[in-house]
């Protein structure tokens, strides 16, 4: 029988379970659905407040890219026609909706400070305020969009330049008036292009070229497709795992670069460099600027992962198919909940692997 954690004494020592798991979005969410389906005893941590923060966080226009026959998690479909897109903060409440629904035992606001490696072999994670967990394994789910990458260019322009991230802007009034520069052409630099394009001068700095696919095929959703196909499902280290990942595709909702064009974002080739309020393009051009949101990706956070051999010397997570070379630690990352297929694909891996180590 689980029990939340808000439950448990502090007076007796370390809180101890079959498995901890780190982080409750989808990937946490849905790991322990499965595990409140065996005999395993778990807790689930989560850094946020609330469930559906790190959604809530988000820029505050922002509607999902997949739709909700495809966001919904395993029991329990979000409300709303199967075919149309979540708001953000939709989804954030249908994640909260979900734990409840299930009566999971989720910890809120209070992340994994820190977690090693005993000499027993068990794990001890001690949490933000001081409290000690002890699993037998633990699943990490910290999720694929953790910190915002800054490249180091950023430092050239000097501090009358406004910078953000994704996570930083949340509408067009925490920018200045003037020219806006959004570095990344992803589902979100193209979204917050879209956006300002109503109130400022909007360049689009551009990378490698990325594919975007109809939002429907033959009256379907291209996500059907993909998942019909069995493509979402691949494996990520078999030949169209590693197709899709380098494709990394998402639907095109008047988001194509001649879209936006046509809207009247200014689409730039890829920005090389910086000086104080100008930024100088790979064709030569240059431009003044008053702002920037940066647009280019994410880093993992692995400072609380205090386990010899279970990171890799940029600081990123060791794992193939979810599992660690670590044994006993176990990763759940999807890039889109979507690819909970891999997800499921990696977990089921995981799964044999868990309860051949709890055994
Ligand atoms: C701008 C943007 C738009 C997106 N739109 C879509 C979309 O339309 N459709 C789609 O399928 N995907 C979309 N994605 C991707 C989507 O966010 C991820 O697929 C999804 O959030 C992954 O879920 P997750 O559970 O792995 O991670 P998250 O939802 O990020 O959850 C990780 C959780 O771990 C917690 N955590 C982190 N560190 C710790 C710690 N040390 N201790 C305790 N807790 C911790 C965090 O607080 C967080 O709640 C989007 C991503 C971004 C950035």
């Known amino acids: 029988m689980n029990r939340s954690f808000r439950q448990l004494s502090v007076s007796h020592g370390p809180e101890e379970v079959d498995v901890l798991v780190i982080g409750a979005g989808q990937a946490g969410l849905a790991a322990c659905y499965s595990l409140a389906r065996t005999e395993l005893s778990f807790l689930i941590v989560d850094r946020h407040s609330r469930i559906g923060d790190s959604w809530r966080r988000r820029y505050d226009s922002l509607t999902l890219f997949t739709p909700r026959a495809f966001s919904s998690l395993p029991g329990l479909a979000l409300e709303g026609d199967p075919d149309g897109y979540p708001t953000r903060d939709a989804f954030a409440h249908y994640l909260e909706t979900y734990a409840s629904h299930f009566d999971l035992p989720v910890h809120s606001g209070n992340g994994v400070a820190r977690l090693e490696r005993r000499a027993d072999e068990r794990f001890t994670a001690q949490l933000d305020d001081g409290r000690h967990v002890v699993a037998k394994a633990v699943i990490v789910a910290t999720g694929a969009f953790q910190k915002p990458i800054v490249p180091t260019i950023a430092a050239g322009f000097d501090s009358a330049v406004t910078q953000l ?195």
């Open 165 to 359: 991230t994704p996570e930083s802007y949340h509408n067009p009034g925490d920018l200045p008036p003037g020219t806006v520069l959004v570095v990344g052409d992803g589902a979100s630099g193209r979204d917050i292009a879209a956006e300002l394009v109503l109130t400022h001068e909007v360049m689009l700095a551009v990378g490698r070229r990325r594919r975007l696919f109809p939002e429907r095929i033959l009256g379907k959703s291209t996500w059907w497709w993909l998942h019909t196909l069995g493509l979402m499902r691949a494996r990520p280290g078999s030949a169209i795992g590693r197709l899709m990942r380098r494709a990394d595709p998402f639907p095109d909702r008047d988001r194509s670069l001649s879209d936006l064009e046509q809207r009247g974002v200014a689409v730039s080739t890829r920005l090389v460099s910086s000086q104080d309020r100008l930024a100088f393009f790979a064709d030569g051009s240059k431009r003044v600027i008053d702002s920037v949101i940066w647009c280019i990706g994410y880093r993992d956070d692995t400072e609380w992962l205090q386990i010899a051999g279970s990171t890799d010397s940029n600081g990123s997570f060791l794992q193939t198919v979810g599992l660690s070379p670590v044994a006993g630690l176990f990763h759940l990352r999807s890039r889109l909940i979507q690819t909970q297929n891999a997800t499921r694909v990696a977990s089921a891996t995981a799964e044999r692997k868990l309860r051949a180590s709890l055994s």
